[in-house]
Antibody, heavy 120, light 108 residues
């Protein structure tokens, strides 16, 4: 079964760091484009970071210099390291899989999301 | 960055009727657009990709059309399960992509 499970969210203070995990089952994380998308409370979907073409990464402007996407083939897991967190980073963070075959496109499998709350 | 603008923000439709949702791109994106459905507290669900191709398992009452800068998602014979928020997404400038702000389809 193809499945994505995000973990690692929580309540954190401004300026601190957090690592989110997206545990992948049913396919190999390095064989697909994978992305992190966030959704602030009551707001729309916002691109955060992308892992594509098996080894490349691309961040949205809001994430550049603060967030790092990475992966571990042995654990078949995608990560998002969040640093210097701000109140406006408060959101549900989803991971999603690019629709096969790997290439530019839409995201066909989504996790349930993990909530990150940045507050003092 | 390409901006995707959805209209209307809210669409009130009676069950059984047809809903027509629009998405406009700030520059041509050819057919590089997808549509998603999201219900409250749930994860987004891919409906349409490449402007008009239904994703696996999506009912035929969902259809997408358009090319260039103007795109439409049509939901015919609306069912109670279809009341949700719908987002368009472009992927023309891969690896960059963006979502529209969403259209809420509510019961009239």
């Amino acid at each position: 079964e193809v499945r994505l499970v995000e973990t690692g969210g929580g309540l954190i203070q401004p300026g601190e760091s957090l690592r989110l995990s997206c545990i992948v089952s049913g396919f190999s994380v390095n064989s697909y484009n994978m992305t992190w998308v966030r959704q602030a409370p009551g707001k729309g979907l916002e691109r955060v970071s992308l892992f594509y073409n098996g080894a490349k990464t691309h961040n949205a402007d809001s994430a550049k210099g603060r967030f790092i996407i990475s992966w571990d083939d042995s654990k078949n897991t995608l990560y998002l390291q969040l640093s210097a967190l701000r109140v406006e980073d408060t959101a549900v963070y989803f991971c999603a899989r690019g629709r096969p075959p790997p290439g530019p496109g839409a995201f066909d499998v989504w996790g349930q999301g993990t909530m990150v709350t940045v507050s003092s | 960055e390409i901006v995707m603008t959805q209209s209307p923000a809210t669409l009130s439709v009676s069950p059984g009727e047809t809903a027509t949702l629009s998405c406009r791109a700030s520059q041509t994106i050819w057919r590089s657009v997808a549509w998603y459905q999201q219900k409250p507290g749930q994860t987004p669900r891919l409906l349409i990709y490449d402007a008009s191709t239904r994703a696996t398992g999506i009912p035929a009452r969902f259809s997408g059309s358009g090319f260039g800068t103007e795109f439409t998602l049509t939901i015919s014979s609306l069912q109670s399960d279809d009341f949700a928020i719908y987002y368009c997404q472009h992927y023309k400038d891969w690896p960059s992509y963006t979502f529209g702000q969403g259209t809420k389809v509510e019961i009239k």
